[in-house]
């Protein structure tokens, strides 16, 4: 059971992290909104690998991560695992709010823009505070795999001697 929960582990954060490069890549060649079919075209991809790949890896590996963690008790007092769960639950929370759902109503803003039914004109274009979020998501990311890699010893400070 430990090992087919690492693997989903494994395979979850590889479909997280390949989907967020992805978006990347996608952001850098995108046109500006004033292209607005090339724009709507290239935010409904973005919009599409958010939700049918980022979001659905980054489900499996917090599960099979909580499940690992669970099964294996010496997983439980491990200072690294407290460390991979505080990057987790950033990830969690920064994918959902800052990444998948900016993407997904900008696909939709730029379809209906495109469908006339909402001036082309309020499109204003993703912000580099997006792209930043990504890289920064990434970042957390590396660092969430190279603390499953390394397992650092994180030991808790030692009171003084009492004396004598």
């Keep these: ?3 087919q929960l690492k693997f989903l582990h494994t395979i979850g954060a590889i479909g997280l992290m390949g989907g967020m490069a992805s978006l990347l890549v996608l952001m850098s060649f995108a046109p500006p909104p004033s292209s607005l079919a090339g724009y709507a075209l ?3 991809a973005m919009a599409g690998i ?7 890896s980054m489900v499996i590996t917090i599960i099979a991560g909580l499940l690992a963690i669970g099964a294996n008790p010496a997983f439980h007092n491990a200072g690294w695992v407290g460390a991979k769960l505080a990057t987790g639950v950033l990830i969690f929370e920064g994918t959902l709010v800052y990444v998948q759902g900016p993407l997904k109503q900008e696909a939709e803003r730029s379809a209906a823009a495109l469908a006339g039914e909402l001036d082309p004109a309020t499109i204003t274009g993703f912000a580099n505070s997006e792209r930043n979020t990504l890289w920064l998501m990434l970042v957390i990311a590396t660092a969430n795999v190279a603390l499953g890699v390394w397992r650092p010893r994180f030991t808790r400070p030692r009171p003084p001697d009492g004396g004598g």
């Design 42 to 44: 290239v935010y409904s």
């Design 1 to 3: 059971m430990r090992r």
């Design 50 to 56: 958010a939700s049918w790949i980022v979001y659905p």
